[in-house]
Structures are given as structure tokens and as C-alpha cells.
């Protein structure tokens, strides 16, 4: 920079490096004010008897302030972010008649409406879309954006904001009468109690009502409390989303740049890497093959029972998909030469990725058998839907060597669809009407 500063003049580091503080109007004062409520319906939700029902009808209001907000300042939600919308509500509806994933979930749909709130705005990085670059994107929705914006909520609230064309500049003194009502609150709860035993009249007067009151203002005023850094995090990160404040803390043109800088592995010693690897599962494949491939005959070797079949070994084996997805990951990205550079390279990701599937598909056959002979259960659904979703990641990486697609994206939507659906389908219950009509038809045990 050849601008030069007189003696004086000269910013702080401090002034350099902190955004400046968009200009705000009346739209975001009062959703400021909405959002305190917000905040409290979330504390109130977590501490109530009925959790699940308050659940979905949080989320269901939660998305509806989310949406006026962006509708009052003129901004037109990504087409991407209806379909995270209609996930999320997927996820919390389901939640107030059943669940099969319980905290599973809770933590699900925290994290898909902190996703969907920058997707709605549009702020993802690649063009308001779900990219290879989802972590980060995930990470700004659920940590930068909101906590970098942190204090946005106060500022909003206690400062004169710019009115629009035709409009009055609003005063700071409807903001000033509501923490005054909050204020108020620890006070009431304090001299209440003691007015009435120190009075009988008053005692009288309100009987139990003083202590009553003293007990609901108590309540509150602890729910508030939690309720305050809550409602900062929220509006932080809408607030970042619809100024575009803190969002551009990881950009996609340096997260290439850094990506180029990673790749410093040989390619040699990438493909001595991967050579090892699948020469191990070759061996463990023709090694194991009877005891692997039994289940596709419909018997188990002996000295097993059905139950110790499909089990042994079924976890393993999915660890297993999951470090191979790691490695092939890895592969691809730390080598100094790229895939579509090096035959040999996307050679042996391909050779790996066939002998992973080969390995999921005698894991599902296992189970698959064992299902056929004691039925259905939640903990044997469960994990055939996780390989089956590893099937299709491994799947688009064998595709994706022949054409290039956005492989992440659409392996991270079916996910978000295959979760859904267990979240939208009584399983437990199906399960167990399965298994009453096998059981009387003499098809498990």
C-alpha cells in the first residue's frame, strides 16, 4: 500500500484488521429484540418436561425468524438452502412422536440449522453450495461466524441504526424500558417473599400469590440468564450471514492455494503406500475367502453360530471402509502429482476402492443372513444403512475416475436423505411388526 498517513492519522492494527460494523436499519433492531426470544425458547425447550414435542416446534419457529429476517432485507434464500431446510425439519417433526437415534439427533439438527442458516443467506463458499469444501463451511455456520459476531446483538440493540428513506431514526429508549422489565425481575424475586412476612395485611392481601410469583420470577430470570449468551450466538451468526460480516474468514481461492502446498509426498511413496495396503487385503481376502463369502451361500463355518458370524468381524470391517475412505482422501490430496496426472496413482485408488467394497459387501451379507434368521432390530438397521451409504461413497469415487462430478456434494445429500429417513420412519415399530409376522410364518426364530 502506497497510501501514506500524516502523523496522527495513522490507523491501529486493532482498526485495521476489525470489520466495520454494517450500517443497520429498523428491520434489525426489532429482529435483535425477536432473537432475545429466541434464545429463551431455546433455554425453555431444554429445560421442560415435554422436550421432544417444544423441540419441533422451536425449530419450526426458529426457521420461520430465520426467514422473515432474510425476506426484510430483500434477500432471496440459495435454492440449495430448501433443500437443508426441508432436512432439518425432517429431522426435528419425527422428534416429537418418535426417535430411534435420540441425542444423535439432537446434535444432527443443532448442526444442519447452524448450516442452514449461512446456506439460506448465502454465504457458503462455493457459490451457496455444499462443496468439497463442507467442513469449513460447516465449521464458519457452527464456531466463526457466530462467535466472531458475538457482541453484534448488543450493539444492534443499543446503538442508533440508520433508518431507511422516509423513515424516523428510532431511539434506543423501547430497548432501554425492556432491560429495565429484565432488571426488575432478581429485585421482585428478592423483596416479595419478605414484604409479605413482614406485613400481615400484605400477607393477607396476596396469600401464597408473593411466593408463587417469587418462584415463576425466579425461574425465569435463571432461564434468562442462559438464555442471554444463546440468543448472542444465534443473531451472531444470522446477523453474520445477512451483512456478510466475518464471513469470508476461509475463502476458496486460498484454500486451493493451501491445497497445493500440502501436496509434497513423492508420488512413489504414495504408490508404495497404497500397494502395501492392497496387497494386505489381497492376502486377507484369499486367505479368508471360504469364511468371508459363506454368507452368500447361507451357511456359516463351523464352529460358529449365526449370531457369532455376523458379528465378528462386522465392526471391523466398517472401521475398515471408513480408514480406507481416509487413505484414499489422503491420497489423492498430498501427492505431488494429481490422480487425473498419474495412471498409476488413480490405478491403485480404484484397486482400493474395489477391494473396500468387496469387503462391505461380505459385512452386509453377514448381517444380512443373521437378519434372516432372528429378525429385524434398530441396532442391526442401523449400521447396514451406514455401509450401504459408504457403498455409494466408494461407488462415486470409482465413477469420479472416469468423469469429474461433485462427488462430495451429492454423497453428503444422500447422507442428509438417508438420515431423514430414519428419522421420519418408525423404525422400532416396523421392526417389530416384521418380526410378530417372520415369527409366525416360521421364518426367524
Request: hydrophobic share 50%.
Amino acid at each position: 500500500m502506497n497510501e501514506q498517513y500524516q502523523e496522527g492519522d495513522r490507523p491501529s492494527l486493532v482498526e485495521i484488521n476489525t470489520p466495520v460494523f454494517p450500517k443497520c436499519e429498523l428491520v434489525d433492531r426489532l429482529m435483535a429484540v425477536v432473537y432475545l426470544l429466541v434464545g429463551y425458547g431455546f433455554i425453555w425447550m431444554c429445560s421442560s418436561y415435554d422436550f421432544e414435542k417444544n423441540l419441533s416446534i422451536f425449530t419450526v419457529f426458529y426457521a420461520a425468524v430465520v426467514l422473515i429476517y432474510l425476506w426484510g432485507k430483500e434477500i432471496r434464500p440459495s435454492k440449495e438452502s430448501w433443500f437443508w431446510l426441508a432436512v432439518m425439519l425432517a429431522m426435528a417433526i419425527p422428534y416429537a412422536f418418535w426417535s430411534v437415534l435420540d441425542i444423535l439427533q439432537f446434535l444432527a439438527l443443532m448442526a444442519v440449522a447452524a448450516y442452514w442458516t449461512l446456506s439460506a443467506s448465502g454465504r457458503l463458499l462455493k457459490g451457496g453450495q455444499t462443496s468439497q469444501w463442507i467442513f469449513f463451511d460447516g465449521w464458519d455456520a457452527l464456531a466463526v461466524v457466530p462467535f466472531c459476531n458475538f457482541g453484534c446483538q448488543v450493539r444492534v440493540l443499543f446503538h442508533n441504526t440508520e433508518p431507511k428513506e422516509g423513515q424516523k431514526k428510532v431511539s434506543g429508549k423501547t430497548e432501554s424500558v425492556l432491560l429495565g422489565f429484565v432488571l426488575v425481575i432478581p429485585v421482585l424475586v428478592i423483596i416479595l417473599p419478605l414484604l409479605s412476612s413482614a406485613d400481615a395485611g400484605f400477607q393477607h392481601l396476596l396469600g401464597d400469590l408473593a411466593n408463587t410469583v417469587s418462584d415463576h420470577l425466579l425461574v425465569t430470570f435463571v432461564r434468562m440468564l442462559f438464555a442471554v449468551p444463546v440468543s448472542l450466538y444465534l443473531f451472531g451468526l444470522v446477523f453474520g450471514g445477512v451483512h456478510g460480516r466475518n464471513t469470508d474468514q476461509f475463502q476458496e481461492q486460498k484454500l486451493l492455494e493451501t491445497g497445493k502446498h500440502i501436496r509434497k509426498i513423492p508420488d512413489t511413496t504414495v504408490c508404495t503406500v497404497l500397494i502395501v495396503i492392497c496387497l494386505v487385503y489381497g492376502l486377507f481376502i484369499g486367505l479368508q475367502g471360504n469364511y468371508l463369502f459363506s454368507a452368500f451361500t447361507g451357511r456359516i463355518p463351523e464352529g460358529f453360530t449365526y449370531s457369532e458370524y455376523a458379528r465378528r468381524g462386522f465392526f471391523e470391517l466398517c472401521q475398515v471402509g471408513v480408514w480406507n475412505l481416509i487413505f484414499t482422501g489422503l491420497s489423492g490430496s498430498c501427492s505431488r502429482t494429481d490422480r487425473r496426472g498419474h495412471k498409476g496413482l488413480g490405478f491403485l485408488i480404484t484397486l482400493l476402492s474395489v477391494l473396500t467394497l468387496l469387503l462391505l459387501v461380505t459385512a452386509v451379507s453377514k448381517m444380512g443372513m443373521y437378519i434372516s434368521v432372528y429378525g429385524l432390530t434398530v441396532y442391526r438397521i442401523l449400521p447396514l444403512i451406514f455401509m450401504l451409504w459408504m457403498g455409494l461413497v466408494f461407488v462415486c469415487i470409482l465413477a469420479r475416475q472416469k468423469k469429474e462430478f461433485q462427488a462430495v456434494r451429492l454423497c453428503v445429500m444422500a447422507g442428509a436423505v438417508m438420515f431423514c429417513l430414519v428419522c421420519i420412519f418408525p423404525i422400532e415399530h416396523w421392526t417389530e411388526l416384521y418380526n410378530v409376522w417372520a415369527r409366525a410364518r416360521g421364518l426367524i426364530v
